[in-house]
């Protein structure tokens, strides 16, 4: 892999990082997109940010790693790995997210909550209120790229290894459609 010190290379190395003209699931429209299973599933490439996440909270003395489905399943599960913890996942549910499959979340419990690609948040929010409704403790938030230019707050402490403030532009109005570039829909 390339350059070692910095996750932004290598989210472009795994093709995850791209450039070009793409219509994002709001409809918007953006230069730049991240596509997360492309660095999912890359075992390697996932452990080593999911290894800047564990670096950042271990002094924390996380007892639980929490993700949302989808891809906080594989999340949770590394940074587990990495902090000797278990991992689990909440699913969604009528009331946001659960804990189901037997997964618990003992009362007092310190948990940090892991996702892949922070936009508005979410995900994350459902995530936090399922443990705290299990009457765990929230520490923190780790996910992998922050594409809110860190405006996204949870009033927990949050670490991204990529920070993104991405452009993005209503359809009638994109300077890249008026430049007649080709569009991906993502």
């Keep these: 892999m390339t350059n070692e010190a910095d996750p932004s290379a290598l989210l472009r190395e795994v093709g995850a990082l791209m450039d070009g003209h793409f219509r994002l699931s709001s409809g918007r ?25 564990a670096d950042r909270f271990r002094d924390d003395r996380p007892e639980l790693v929490a993700g949302p489905t989808t891809g906080g ?15 689990i996942f909440a699913e969604r549910a009528e009331r946001g997210r659960d804990f189901q499959r037997g997964f618990q979340v003992r009362p007092g419990e310190r948990t ?40 996204t ?8 290894c990529v920070e993104l403030d991405l452009t993005t532009y209503a359809e009638g109005s994109c300077p890249l459609c008026d430049a007649g570039a080709p569009l991906t829909v993502t």
């Design 153 to 160: 707050e949870f009033g927990l402490p949050l670490f991204a």
């Design 112 to 151: 940090l909550i892991v996702d892949d690609i922070l936009t508005t948040g979410g995900s994350i929010r459902e995530v936090i209120e399922a443990v705290r409704r299990a009457k765990g403790d929230p520490i923190g938030v780790g996910v992998l790229v922050d594409r809110s230019g860190g405006r």
């Design 29 to 53: 429209h953006s230069p730049v997109y991240v596509e997360k299973f492309r660095l999912l599933q890359d075992p390697k490439a996932t452990e080593r940010l999911c290894r800047l996440i």
């Design 73 to 87: 399943i594989i999340l949770s599960y590394e940074v587990a790995r990495l902090l000797g913890r278990r991992g």
